[in-house]
Structures are given as structure tokens and as C-alpha cells.
């Protein structure tokens, strides 16, 4: 299993502190304005989610710029839009986007902003990043030669589901009943259930789904799981999801159910274990793209990338208070173990 660097959640922070990580792009929309009647070149960051979840992504992102010769604050700006779970805003945000009109639109999180974007202008290059195949969801002709104006890079995070039940297997081995927690308004939510549904049918397993779209649907997929105790539990690669990682490790913890999501911030949280694709190399190959517009090069001739490096990280204080052994071989290959 090859190492990367992964995706690690930002903890809660206070907005002044965000501002300074991402060197002040964000303070407010009218230093974006100004730096276009300066003659620099806009970036749009249209986003699901909320503010701490974005920062090792951002770091990630201009990190990509750089290399392609941008450098924030000097050559390009970047005009942030985050929908702070309400996905109705979406909209309205890529249109202000559009309206500016910014240089190239960042597309981070999934459909939802890349749809919106892509609703909101026909020539402005679009840069997603996705957890769902763009091809199956209609976004882009193919991989190779994705048309229009998008591209981007694809996470194959809803593919990586039956691994992580393979994974968490290994370290409950006597599992029966499984629990797959997923946002119902996610796009990728019935294709990861789909997928759970066959593995656990072909391995005469029982399986729950638990469906949380907001913070009082985790209230009760708490009650769930405390009623319920499932042998294991998957969580969904979804940004709201992906939000709640501390909430989630907590209620497992509390009921003791071991747990495997894709990003590092779960185990990270308390969770038992994460696999799933690397944040930071995924979001520095957007920058890359994003760059590459910038100096003249067509959306159409950038192929979607997709993720080739998977990380698995094991929380090792977590396993020893849920009473299960790492098992030798996992232990082996884990790219992290939080001590």
C-alpha cells in the first residue's frame, strides 16, 4: 500500500485564525474585487461545508499553485464562497462567482458545488473535486477528455467502501450485524449503500442503514447505535459527514462500536480507523489544473485525475479502549498509527 499524505480535518478554530492560515484571501470579497482592478487574476472557491473544514485543503491547493507560479496575494487571489450547510446558498453563490467574472471556478466537495457552478456559467473553467464518478454523474463526457468546461480531480472515495469493510473485518472478525451511517442527500449515498447491500449479502452479514442529514438525524443515529450496538460501523465519505467526525468518533466511542471512515480526521477524532484516498495530493493537483488555466492551458485538455494514493491510519489508543487487538498484518501496512 504506497504512502501519501492524507486529509486531516482542521480543528475548530476562530475566524481571525483562519484568516490568518490562508494569508488573509478570505478576510472579505472586496479584496478579491480589488485585486481584479489591479489586473490580478480571480479564483473562485465555491465550497460545501464550514469554515475549519477547509484548511489543510486551501494549504494543499496553494501549494499546487505555487508550483504552478501563482502565489497567493502576489499574482492571484482567491474570492471564497462556502455554503456552511446550507446547500440552497450554492446557487446563488456560484452565480455571484460568474458575475465577477473570476478567472477559473474551484469546485470543492462534491456535486452539489460543481453542479452549481456549472449551472452558473457555460465558459468559466471549472476545477472539481469529487468523491462520485463525473462520468456516471454526467458532469464530464470521460475521463480523457472531459468536454465542456470541467475538470478535476476524482477522490474514489464511494469506491473505497467495500475495502473499508474488509478492513474493519480484520479487526472484528466475528462481525454479523454492520451499520453503514450515509447523508441521504448526498449523490453518492445510494451508490455506497448499493455496494454495502452485495458485500453483505455475499457474506450473509446483516447490515443497517442509518441516514443522518443534519445534526438532530445524529442525535438519533446515537440512540441507533446505542439501542442497536452493531458489530461495526462504515461512515460515508460525505462532506457533512466528514464535518461531524469528532461528534461521530464520540458516539462510538461511548457505545463502543469499532468504526472506519476515509479521511485521517476520523481516527484523528477518536475513531478507530480511516482509509480512503489523500486529501492534500488530490487538492495540490486542483491548484496544478487551476494554474495551468491560468497560463492558457484549455480545460479540454485536462484529463480528470484520479487518486492513485490510499493511506490507512489506525488509532491505536481507540483500539485498546474498544478491547480489540491490531491485527499483525493490518499493523503492518497502516500508514499512521495514532499513538
Known amino acids: 500500500m504506497p504512502n501519501s499524505a492524507v486529509f486531516v480535518r482542521g480543528q475548530t478554530m476562530r475566524r481571525r485564525d483562519f484568516m490568518k492560515i490562508i494569508g488573509g484571501a478570505a478576510a472579505g470579497w472586496p479584496l478579491a474585487a480589488q485585486a481584479q482592478q489591479q489586473g490580478l487574476p480571480v479564483i473562485g472557491w465555491l465550497s460545501v461545508g464550514r469554515l475549519d473544514g477547509l484548511t489543510d485543503s486551501i494549504a494543499a491547493f496553494r501549494t499546487g499553485l505555487h508550483e504552478a507560479g ?5 499574482n492571484v487571489t482567491i474570492d471564497f464562497r462556502w455554503e456552511e450547510g446550507q446547500d440552497d446558498r450554492l446557487p446563488a453563490l456560484a452565480a455571484e462567482l ?6 477559473a471556478i474551484l469546485a470543492s466537495g462534491g456535486q452539489r458545488p460543481t453542479r452549481a457552478a456549472q449551472a452558473a456559467t457555460s465558459t468559466i473553467p471549472i476545477v472539481f473535486t469529487i468523491q462520485t464518478d463525473p462520468v456516471a454523474a454526467g ?3 470521460s475521463l480523457n477528455r472531459p468536454g465542456g468546461n470541467l475538470t478535476g480531480v476524482y477522490s474514489l472515495a ?11 473485518q480484520e479487526f472484528v472478525p466475528a462481525s454479523r450485524r454492520i451499520a ?3 447523508n441521504p442527500d448526498s449523490p453518492g449515498a445510494a451508490n455506497v449503500s448499493g455496494q454495502i447491500q452485495g458485500a453483505v449479502r455475499s457474506l450473509g452479514l446483516e447490515l443497517a442503514i442509518l441516514r443522518a442529514r443534519s445534526d438532530s438525524d445524529l442525535d438519533e ?8 450496538r452493531p458489530d461495526a460501523l462504515l461512515v460515508q465519505a460525505d462532506i457533512f459527514l466528514l464535518n461531524r467526525y469528532t461528534e461521530i468518533a464520540a458516539m462510538t ?3 463502543k462500536v469499532p468504526a472506519i471512515a476515509a479521511q485521517r480526521g476520523f481516527p484523528a477524532a477518536g475513531g478507530l480507523m480511516s482509509y480512503g484516498s489523500s486529501g492534500p495530493v488530490l487538492y495540490r493537483q486542483a491548484g496544478i489544473y487551476v494554474g495551468r488555466i491560468l ?17 490507512l491510519v489506525i488509532n491505536l489508543k481507540t483500539a485498546k479502549a474498544l478491547g480489540i487487538a491490531v491485527p499483525p498484518l493490518v499493523f503492518s501496512i497502516a500508514d499512521e498509527v495514532i499513538e
Open 70 to 74: 501563482f502565489v497567493q496575494g502576489k
Open 98 to 103: 460568474a458575475r465577477r467574472p473570476v478567472a
Open 139 to 141: 458532469l464530464v463526457a
Open 158 to 168: 464511494n469506491e473505497l467502501v467495500t475495502k473499508q469493510l474488509g478492513l474493519i
Open 180 to 182: 453503514l451511517l450515509v
Open 221 to 228: 443515529v446515537s440512540a441507533t447505535l446505542g439501542r442497536q
Open 253 to 255: 466511542a461511548e457505545y
Open 295 to 311: 497560463r492558457g492551458d484549455k480545460v479540454t485538455d485536462l484529463p480528470v485525475v484520479q487518486a492513485t494514493k490510499f493511506d
